[in-house]
């Protein structure tokens, strides 16, 4: 029970900071981790812990995706597709010692990207002229990393989108929030298909996760901006800090 108890505060916790800032993998991954779910797993299952809230981001962005030409859409949609399922199947065959040993180094990242976000996306949307709008090998790498991981895809998403030299910040997001959520489906139909969810966990996490975004709207209203960062930040750093340490020791 207690530890059911932490995967709910976890999950709470990630549904409130995904409605405010994005980057709560940084709570479910390392709650199923220490609870005893083995590493690649884990990741997996966490996969599905957030996958509802990427179902309601695509949903309040639906006008937004609608001001997208349906073709090029279709086109992106299935790129992601493809990446997203490389990564979840990249996944699959690795062994959970692999994978901890390029977990530290992907909560590192996904933690840099997150925190220095706005300069990663303004240093793209100056060398927009040097990538193809809309190209497909910039999409697949970016989806089979979210595949693989998912931490911070959505900023590497709103960076890749001013490479292509979009501006408008509401159709990118729109974009990012549908793109998402079709990353996320193919990765839980993978991960669920090939047996690697922990299911009473992630349902718990699932619904604990649903009210935490719920939660999140008059605390992203009241909270200052700063001071969510810097939680985030420190949660990103400190977990990093303990899976090289984890690494080190194991």
């Given at each position: 029970m207690t530890d059911y108890l932490l995967l709910a505060v976890a999950a709470f916790g990630a549904g409130v900071i995904n409605t405010i800032?994005?980057?709560g993998t940084f709570l479910t991954f390392p709650a199923l981790?220490?609870?005893g779910v083995p590493p690649v797993v884990a990741?997996?299952?966490s996969a599905v812990?957030?996958?509802p809230g990427y179902l309601g981001g695509a949903l309040g962005f639906?006008?937004?995706?609608?001001g997208h030409d349906r073709r090029a859409l279709m086109r992106l949609g299935a790129i992601t597709l493809a990446g997203g399922l490389a990564g979840s199947l990249l996944l699959l065959v690795s062994s959970n010692r692999a994978f901890s040993v390029v977990v530290p180094f992907l909560l590192l990242?996904?933690?840099l990207i997150f925190l220095f976000g706005a300069q990663v996306r303004a240093w793209a949307a100056r060398h927009?002229?040097?990538?193809t709008p809309q190209g497909a090998l910039g999409l697949f790498a970016v989806s089979v990393y979210g595949g693989y991981f998912n931490g911070g895809l959505g900023i590497v998403l709103l960076a890749l989108f001013s490479l292509w030299g979009m501006t408008a910040i509401h159709q990118m997001n729109g974009l990012k929030n549908g793109l998402s959520f079709a990353l996320s489906s193919i990765s839980v139909v993978t991960f669920a298909v090939a047996g690697f969810?922990?299911?009473p966990q992630a349902i718990v996490m699932m619904v604990a996760a649903t009210l935490g975004g719920y939660a999140g709207a008059p605390i992203a209203r009241a909270a200052p901006v700063w001071a969510v960062r810097a939680f985030i930040a420190v949660i990103g750093f400190g977990m990093s800090a303990v899976f090289f340490w984890r690494l080190a020791a194991g």
């Open positions: 800032a994005g980057g981790v220490f609870t990741n997996a299952t812990a957030v996958f639906r006008r937004e995706l609608g990242f996904a933690t927009s002229r040097a990538v969810v922990e299911w």
